[in-house]
C-alpha cells in the first residue's frame, strides 16, 4: 500500500493548524513619535517639539511603563543646580482601557545652564490591565517644578500614540478601582464604567484554528497507525 495518503493527510492538518500561529497579533509595538508642545513657563508662552519613546516591560501581570524625550523642551532664564529641576508627566490611555498614568523620575544629576534646552530624565510608572485587550500608550502633559516655579507643557495636534500593548487582565477580574497608586510609583487613573474584561473575534478565531489543527493532526496520527497496521498483516 501506497504511503502517500497518511503523508498528504498529515501535511493539511499542518497546513490548516498554520493559520493559528499566522493570525497571532504582536503583543506589543512602538513607534518615536514627534510631539509638539505648547509650554507655560514663568518667562512666558513657549513651543517646542521633542520625539518621544514610550516603553513597556512586562513583569507578574504588570508594566513598567518608561517615556523618554530625545530633546529638551522648555529653558530657564537661570542656571539650575544639581537636583533643582524635578520633572514628571500623564500619559494617556487608549483602546481596551482609559483614563492617564502618571509617571515620575529623578532630579537633574547635572547642573543646567541658563537659556539652555533643560534635558528630562527618563520617567516611569507601573501599569496594570484593567480591561483585556489592547492598550494605546500617548504623550500627555509634561510637569516642571524647579526654584519654586512650575512649568507645563501639554501636546498639541493630537499626537498618535507611542506604544501599543495587547494585555490581559490576570486572576479573570474585571476592573480595579481607578485613581490608585501603583507598585513602582506610578498613578493610574481610570474614568471608565467597569466593564469586564472582553475577548474579541480574534481570540475566538485562534482558539478554534487551533482546536481544528489538533484535531485533525490526531486524527492523521491514527491513519497513518491504521495503514501501517494494515501493511502488517
Not at 148 to 162: A, I, N
Not at 217 to 222: E, I, K, P, S, Y
Amino acid at each position: 500500500m501506497s504511503y502517500r495518503k497518511p503523508t498528504a493527510v498529515l501535511a493539511t492538518a499542518a497546513a490548516l493548524a498554520g493559520p493559528a500561529v499566522w493570525m497571532a497579533a504582536p503583543a506589543a509595538s512602538a513607534q518615536v513619535v514627534d510631539v509638539d508642545y505648547a509650554c507655560k513657563t514663568p518667562i512666558g508662552d513657549k513651543s517646542a517639539v521633542s520625539p518621544i519613546d514610550i516603553k513597556g516591560v512586562e513583569s507578574g501581570g504588570t508594566y513598567r511603563i518608561t517615556m523618554s524625550w530625545q530633546k529638551g523642551v522648555s529653558s530657564s532664564p537661570v542656571e539650575l543646580g544639581k537636583g533643582a529641576m524635578k520633572p514628571s508627566a500623564t500619559i494617556r490611555l487608549g483602546g481596551a482601557d482609559n483614563g492617564t498614568l502618571n509617571v515620575t523620575g529623578p532630579a537633574n544629576q547635572e547642573a543646567v545652564p541658563a537659556d539652555t534646552p533643560i534635558k528630562i530624565s527618563d520617567l516611569s510608572g507601573t501599569y496594570t490591565p484593567k480591561r483585556t485587550g489592547k492598550v494605546t500608550f500617548t504623550a500627555g502633559v509634561l510637569t516642571i517644578k524647579a526654584l519654586g516655579t512650575t512649568t507645563t507643557c501639554t501636546p498639541t495636534k493630537s499626537p498618535p500614540p507611542s506604544l501599543t500593548l495587547d494585555v490581559t487582565v490576570q486572576g479573570g477580574g474585571g476592573t480595579q478601582p481607578g485613581g490608585g497608586t501603583q507598585p513602582g510609583g506610578g498613578t493610574q487613573d481610570d474614568s471608565g464604567s467597569g466593564a469586564l474584561p472582553q475577548t474579541g473575534p480574534e481570540d475566538s478565531a485562534i482558539a478554534l484554528a487551533t482546536l481544528g489543527g489538533t484535531v485533525l493532526l490526531a486524527g492523521a496520527a491514527g491513519t497513518l497507525w491504521l495503514t501501517r497496521r494494515d501493511q502488517t498483516r
